[in-house]
């Protein structure tokens, strides 16, 4: 793991870096002007939050039946992953709300769910905070329901009438606009395993360190 | 054996229940006073805003449930019975059943108060279709309940399970509320719009086999210590 790390941080870095140019040179959208780029950044970072919802998810069923601390860790780094980039989808959202809509937010079905899922991500956050001993438990059984609920909540907009654009949008992208779209979701890809690796490398110390603790009082 | 054990659960719960009608009277109340905060919010010059009923009674539901969650949760905590129930022979499932019909008996009892309740206080036709009301409140009742029974049960042991049980519940149960809310005002208008309600019970009905499933299936593990 720490062998890959290192380069593979460098290399996110470098597509950070190097995405603005890439985006600057994809063609205006012919409604939307320059408003439109916000989409390069948007619709990554919800790519990347249901990758995360999906480890979450996976590692939580794993610590839920096999107790594995390993599984835990990872399911702790990617639900606060998952509320770091849905965040990110937040903000820019209602960015692009105020000129194509005029409103910052409307209680549209598919922004609703999108704070609905943020909501219940966050809610597993607090609950590993303050829920006290055993609450690794807990939070997986968030981790399992919110995963649960995606799916749902994904095919809800399908029967709501929405004004969101929809999921079709991006396979009948033009090839001018496909090529940075795809580049930005792969930085963002990247960025969410680097972080992934992080975080979890900081539960493993954070035991360790427990442990330490533990040992020196006994 | 497994339906035997729900039923002594269930049993065993009412009977502590007659004793002191203490979470039935409670919740009823609380039920009504949550009516009436809303109604607040949202009547004008005398008239309910459109559709308020059907949000002012979902409302109700929920707050009140929560309440009743944590309190038949508390009681169990308070006389440290619930490790003496995990340790009995049974299977772990049979227990959540049991806690899962009792909820719904409870929040069933608070229905029956509420509802005739909103349709007094908003003029709303609730009774224009009962069957499709029943079904319904039925629908999101068991979602609600079945997410709520185990999140609660998992809490009795958690540190600030007051604040946490809200907290966990409400974000995953909010599209339960949405279907239930937007079908019943789908039942308000002057003709009440069958084919949307039909399609709401659906949902809801789709996301009670998953929650009760998954319910199920992760109750045993998640009561383990």
């Known amino acids: 793991m720490r062998k890959v790390f290192g380069p593979l941080a460098a290399f996110t870095g470098l597509m950070f870096v190097a995405s603005p140019f890439v985006v600057a040179r994809a063609p205006f959208e012919s409604s939307m002007g320059i408003v439109s780029k916000i989409f390069y950044f948007h619709v990554p970072s919800w790519f990347a939050m249901f990758t995360a919802i999906a480890i979450c998810g996976a590692a939580s069923l794993i610590h839920l039946f096999r107790t594995s601390p390993r599984a835990d860790r990872i399911a702790e780094a990617a639900g606060e992953i998952a509320v770091v980039f849905g965040l990110m989808g937040l903000v820019t959202g209602p960015m692009w709300g105020r000129k194509a809509w005029g409103v910052w937010w409307i209680w549209d079905a598919k922004l609703t769910i999108a704070l609905l899922l943020e909501m219940t991500f966050i809610s597993g956050v607090l609950v590993r905070k303050y829920g006290g001993p055993g609450s690794d438990k807990l939070a997986a059984a968030v981790g399992i329901f919110g995963l649960a609920v995606t799916p749902f909540v994904y095919e809800a907009v399908n029967i709501w009438r929405t004004i969101h654009p929809l999921t079709s949008v991006v396979p009948t992208l033009p090839a001018t606009m496909a090529v940075p779209f795809w580049y930005c979701v792969t930085a963002y890809m990247l960025l969410l395993a680097v972080l992934l690796m992080l975080r979890v490398n900081l539960g493993k110390r954070q035991a360790a360190l427990d442990e330490l603790y533990l040992a020196y009082e006994d | ?225």
Do not use: H, N
């Open chain 2, 1 to 225: 054996m497994f339906f035997r054990t729900a039923w002594l659960v269930l049993k065993k719960d009412a009977a502590i229940e007659a004793k002191s009608w203490e979470v039935l009277t409670t919740t009823l109340f609380f039920a009504v006073s949550c009516v009436l905060i809303f109604s607040f919010a949202f009547v004008k010059e005398g008239r309910a805003v459109e559709d308020a009923a059907a949000g002012i009674l979902w409302i109700a539901i929920a707050f009140s449930g929560t309440l009743a969650l944590g309190r038949t949760f508390e009681r169990e905590r308070y006389g440290e019975t619930l490790r003496a129930l995990l340790l009995a022979p049974a299977p772990r499932a049979a227990l959540y059943v049991g806690k899962l019909l009792g909820m719904l008996a409870l929040l069933g009892l608070a229905e029956l108060l509420l509802v005739p309740l909103v349709a007094l206080l908003f003029q709303a036709t609730l009774f224009a279709r009962p069957l499709l009301l029943i079904a319904l409140l039925a629908g999101g009742t068991i979602g609600f309940c079945a997410v709520g029974t185990l999140f609660a049960a998992m809490l009795v042991r958690a540190r600030s399970r007051d604040v946490l049980l809200p907290i966990l519940l409400y974000p995953i149960i909010i599209p339960v509320i949405i279907a239930g809310v937007r079908g019943t005002a789908a039942l308000l208008g002057a003709t009440p719009d069958e084919p949307t309600a039909i399609m709401w019970i659906g949902v809801l009905g789709a996301f009670d086999v998953v929650f009760v499933t998954l319910s199920l299936w992760t109750f045993e593990p998640l009561m383990t210590e």
